[in-house]
């Protein structure tokens, strides 16, 4: 093999390889939330909106809303939304009361890897 058929051979590979890493690295973190994990409001919100680093399967992407240790918010369908194929949107059935809640999220992203996660927000 000559030299540049080497060069060539080795730029190739290294090319590969860092374009599978960044692939690898390609989770849906969630970025930002509304409501934003720690905040104290004083009204309640009307939906939950979450934000992530990469687009998402919308079928396999979901959030769920407890309060007192296990007590379930009811919410409507999970949607993406119109603009950004990386922001879920979760509609809340109705007013939450004064309390501590739990967000708990899961997110599959189009290129297939799930994350999940957890964040707490309190109405005053």
């Known amino acids: 093999m000559s030299f540049s058929v080497k ?3 080795v730029t190739t590979a ?12 390609a989770h849906a973190h969630l970025t930002s939330a509304e409501p934003a994990p720690q905040s104290q409001l004083t009204t309640s919100p009307t939906r939950l909106t979450l934000h992530f680093s990469e687009d998402l399967e919308p079928s396999f992407s979901n959030a769920t809303v407890t309060y007192q ?20 949107v979760v509609p809340l059935n109705a007013p939450l009361s004064a309390g501590e809640y739990q967000v708990a999220w899961h997110a599959l992203s189009v290129d297939g890897h799930k994350t999940t996660g957890t964040y707490i927000f309190t109405v005053k």
Request: proline share 0%.
């Open 69 to 88: 240790g296990d007590k379930t918010v009811s919410t409507g369908k999970a949607s993406l939304s119109d603009q950004e194929k990386n922001t879920l």
């Open 7 to 9: 060069s060539l051979a």
């Open 14 to 25: 290294l090319l590969v390889s860092a374009l599978t890493s960044t692939a690898v690295l």
